[in-house]
């Protein structure tokens, strides 16, 4: 099977959280960009393309045509995750198939914005982190209210502060600088509230493109 991912730092926490991933058939590539696509369609057979994680300050984010374009060349694409799902979003009804808790937020109703699942990262493998996505401290805070450590109204108070901070900002060190005695508890929860990467782990263990029955985006 022709399979191609591109992933950078969802792939690199998804390897981190379960360290047996099988990436078994699958050519792992870097996070996309424009203009990486059509050398690939050229360069390949249609297979199946996974789009994960993009590139999309220092370069141009990968195209909505050159998404259309391999799937008019017979590639099933998929998107989840991060850029993957903001994608698969905006393209659900031209072909391009979503997957995942990130790709569900995005396609149900209310304002789920693009800066919840960017992150800056590390331009070269591993791709380390150096901000964590809103989606994942939202979660997380969430969660920390749902088991009383903190109030909601103060899970809130965080929520609106980060919402309106440059994402590269969003960090755990600012994080433990507002939770002080709870940093601990909060960090305990972030590792579930990690979606980004358990979707693409749920995604490769379940290998929905091997399945003729997913053809209908979910």
Do not use: C
Request: glycine share 8%; hydrophobic share 45%; aromatic share 6%.
């Amino acid at each position: 099977m022709n399979a191609v991912l591109y992933a950078g730092p969802t792939l690199a926490r998804a390897r981190a959280l379960r360290p047996q991933l099988d990436l078994t058939s699958i050519d792992v590539m870097p996070p996309i960009a424009r203009g990486d696509l059509p050398k690939l369609v050229r360069a390949r057979p249609p297979g199946t393309l996974i789009v994960v994680d993009g590139r999309f300050h220092q370069v141009l984010a990968v195209g909505h045509i050159e998404l259309r374009d391999a799937i008019a060349a017979g590639w099933s694409v998929w998107g989840l995750s991060s850029l993957g799902a903001i994608r698969a979003h905006e393209l659900r009804d031209h072909g391009m198939r979503g997957f995942g808790r990130v790709f569900d937020l995005y396609t149900a109703p209310g304002d789920f914005r693009d800066d919840e699942v960017t992150l800056l990262h590390e331009p070269e493998p591993p791709y380390r982190e150096l901000s964590e996505p809103l989606v994942h401290l939202r979660l997380a805070l969430h969660a920390l209210a749902s088991d009383a450590t903190i109030t909601l109204e103060r899970a809130g108070a965080l929520v609106a502060e980060l919402e309106h901070m440059y994402f590269g900002d969003r960090t755990l060190a600012w994080m433990r600088a507002q939770l002080a005695e709870h940093h601990d508890a909060f960090l305990a929860h972030l590792d579930a509230s990690r979606i980004k990467a358990l979707d693409l782990i749920d995604f490769l263990g379940r290998r929905p493109w091997l399945d003729g029955s997913a053809a209908t985006p979910r």
